[in-house]
């Protein structure tokens, strides 16, 4: 056979010339088919996108509105109830700053939610915030409106609810809306998987058919794309064909079968990714990202349908509201990636710590709640007995790499007892947990009504404690320290006084304390401090200063740079300062306290023992934390003549001072008889009423500008 009839008999009907054209077409339809299918994945990933940003921004912005309008609400009963009137300006205040922000958070709405937003229900809800709004403001036009008419009143919630209704129908309708969008996005993904398996009945087909054509050299790797492409069809994507040496177009076509095999793969894969965005779109809304706990919302939701039935009698739980102590610190000192770890395993102990039957949820920060029922009526026993295993929990030490973290948790309890509020009894749960947090014993505490009250006058305290530290209306006030053998005076003891305009003259056992629980304590010392510096600068330079600190202090590793950046801020020579420091202060991370006293006294300052033989006295706190001075309780040095057992203990202090080389000091001295006997037991220095209160600048100046030779004067 010549070659020109080869070439007649190959383009006239030859086998080969039908397979080429066969291969082609099978070659173009898979190149169409995985075009489509590229063009196809795009569109549902970009959809994805779309969908997840979008149902993002949406649902951070009703929960945020929801959020500003139930504080909103909650500041216009607040008003009704202020009990004066600093406390009713300063609640309408922010009562007006909420109004704007709910009002610029609607004015937003169009331009987050552009084109997507449901007309209807968004005027809907303007109707009905406007409506609202105008009650509002008429309600509360002037600081000084007193009156609160129940009908205006009345009117005012029933537009706060109409309001709440239509933002929760609007809300609804985004989610709705984004559920859409993704079943659009799953028909889409659809509509590709079909038309892939189509194409791929197709190819089957044509293999076969040229699987009858086919001789020797063509059936085994047609056989093998056949089977292959069969495979595919049923789902399988980890079919391989075997390797040809030869390059033609069975090879080409194996080529193009693993690239058809691999945009299969992705596209199922894009398939599950949406399920799991479908999924996680509906998670968003309810649970803790960090956690993986429920979240307020899934919690008040619980509540909701647990309190009221859901077509069922009511039952009766526990709410517990657990708040977690000395958690700030890990946040500061170790660093927010720490401190998540820490709630992690704090989450992870409540849901072993919680019955089957009970639900545990981050309220956002580091506080949780637990939800239990209650199977024997309104008996609170057991949900005591759960907060007590709860703390027993959280107080064992959390290990986070090199790391041994220590934290406690402060526990309040509310009985639903009847009630089908949710945000009643989390209200009652919270001010129950507040109670807890300022006990100094028991961090477990049940709601009683009376707590309402008694956390209304707190919060008042400690809104009127923030305002006069900012004011500068506690002011340092100065008591003598008197030489006890020359009778001159040697120092002053820096001591707050805080006279509140409404209040009058508050306590400092009230307010130190309120200070430390706030966190306060560190502004309120640099504080005194400085203007201590300032007062001090012109008395004479023998004449020192002391200054408490509380053990909060001692527990930051940033306070003595704070403090002896203060002293070079104000001039003020170290030498001629002195801390004092009580016995429970030393007690807990005394590595820290040793090198925090040890910096300091390596700088010049002194270090004096406050209240010794009142505390966990010891010997080895003299001796392990350098102590350069101790003074002696009042309690003993008041009962001296009276008591033999505090004039024993007394001689005894000061045989060990001298014996350990430390001065002494002998507080409480309010009369000449027992400054003489102090002086003769060998006491160092004395202070007390019998030579001086505490004063302010001008007469501390006084006092300090004495002739030497001159002796001070009993009080």
Not at 574 to 586: N, S, V
Request: aromatic content about 6%; glycine content about 6%; charged content about 25%.
């Amino acid at each position: 056979m010549t070659p020109a009839e080869r070439d007649h008999r190959s383009w006239a009907g030859s086998i080969h010339v039908r397979m080429t054209l066969v291969i082609f077409g099978f070659i173009a339809l898979i190149a169409s088919v995985t075009s489509i299918s590229i063009f196809g994945l795009k569109a549902v990933d970009a959809k994805m996108k779309f969908i997840e940003q979008v149902g993002l921004v949406e649902t951070h912005y009703f929960a945020g509105l929801g959020d500003k309008l139930s504080e909103m609400r909650l500041m216009e009963v607040t008003v009704h109830h202020a009990e004066n009137e600093t406390e009713r300006a300063e609640t309408l205040e922010a009562l007006a700053q909420s109004r704007e922000t709910v009002g610029l958070l609607i004015t937003q709405g169009d331009a987050i939610m552009p084109g997507r937003v449901n007309v209807e229900l968004f005027d809907r809800f303007r109707a009905a915030w406007k409506h609202y709004a105008e009650l509002h403001d008429r309600q509360f036009s002037t600081m000084n409106n007193r009156s609160h008419p129940g009908g205006v009143e009345s009117l005012i919630h029933k537009a706060y609810v109409e309001t709440e209704q239509a933002l929760d129908l609007l809300d609804e309708a985004s989610q709705n809306q984004i559920t859409r969008e993704v079943q659009d996005a799953d028909a889409l993904s659809d509509s590709i998987m079909t038309m892939m398996i189509v194409a791929s009945v197709f190819a089957t087909g044509a293999a076969l058919l040229l699987y009858g054509r086919a001789r020797k050299n063509l059936f085994t790797p047609l056989r093998e794309i056949t089977e292959a492409l069969t495979a595919l069809a049923q789902g399988r994507t980890d079919v391989e064909l075997s390797h040809r040496q030869a390059r033609d177009e069975i090879a080409d076509l194996a080529s193009a079968f693993r690239i058809f095999r691999a945009n299969l793969a992705e596209l199922e894969h894009a398939h599950s990714a949406a399920k799991l965005a479908r999924k996680a779109a509906e998670a968003m809304a309810h649970q803790d990202p960090l956690t993986n706990l429920p979240n307020r919302r899934a919690l008040a939701a619980k509540l909701r349908a647990f309190l009221q039935g859901d077509g069922e009698p009511a039952k009766v739980c526990a709410l517990l509201i657990v708040d977690l102590d000395r958690f700030k610190p890990v946040n500061d000192l170790l660093g927010h990636m720490v401190g998540d770890l820490v709630l992690c395993e704090v989450a992870k102990r409540l849901e072993e710590a919680v019955v089957h039957g009970g639900l545990v949820a981050r309220l956002g920060g580091d506080e949780f709640a637990a939800v239990m029922p209650l199977a024997d009526g309104c008996d609170p026993q057991p949900a005591r007995d759960l907060a007590k295993r709860i703390r027993d929990s959280l107080r064992a030490p959390i290990a986070v790499g090199d790391h041994r973290i220590e934290i406690d948790a402060s526990i309040g309890i509310a009985v639903s007892d009847g009630a089908s509020d949710p945000a009643g009894l989390l209200s009652a749960a919270d001010i129950a947990m507040y109670s807890a947090k300022r006990s100094d014993q028991d961090r477990i505490c049940l709601f009683k009504p009376e707590m309402e009250g008694a956390l209304r006058r707190r919060v008042g305290l400690e809104k009127a404690l923030r305002r006069a530290l900012k004011a500068g209306e506690i002011t340092p006030h100065y008591q003598p320290i008197v030489d006890l053998g020359a009778r001159r005076i040697r120092g002053f003891e820096i001591l707050a006084r805080w006279r509140d305009p409404q209040l009058g003259q508050i306590s400092p056992e009230i307010f130190i304390p309120l200070a430390e629980q706030q966190g306060l304590i560190f502004d309120l010392s640099m504080a005194m401090l400085a203007q201590a510096c300032r007062d001090a600068a012109d008395w004479p330079e023998d004449i020192g200063l002391s200054i408490n600190v509380s053990p909060v202090q001692l527990r930051d590793r940033r306070f003595p740079e704070d403090l002896l950046a203060s002293l070079r801020a104000h001039g003020f020579p170290p030498q001629r300062l002195e801390i004092e420091i009580t016995e429970t202060a030393l007690i807990g991370d005394v590595d820290l306290v040793r090198d925090i006293l040890v910096r300091l006294r390596a700088a010049g300052l002194k270090v004096s023992l406050d209240d010794f033989g009142m505390g966990f006295s010891s010997l080895n706190h003299l001796r392990q934390f350098k102590i350069d001075k101790v003074k002696i309780d009042k309690s003993f040095t008041k009962t001296i003549f009276e008591d033999p057992e505090s004039a024993l203990i007394v001689r005894s202090v000061l045989h060990l001072a001298h014996g350990l080389n430390l001065m002494t000091v002998a507080e409480g001295v309010e009369d000449e008889r027992t400054a003489d006997m102090m002086s003769l037991m060998g006491c160092d220095f004395g202070q007390g009423y019998h030579f001086g209160k505490a004063v302010p600048a001008a007469e501390a100046a006084a006092l300090a500008a004495r002739p030497a030779g001159q002796a001070v004067a009993a009080a």
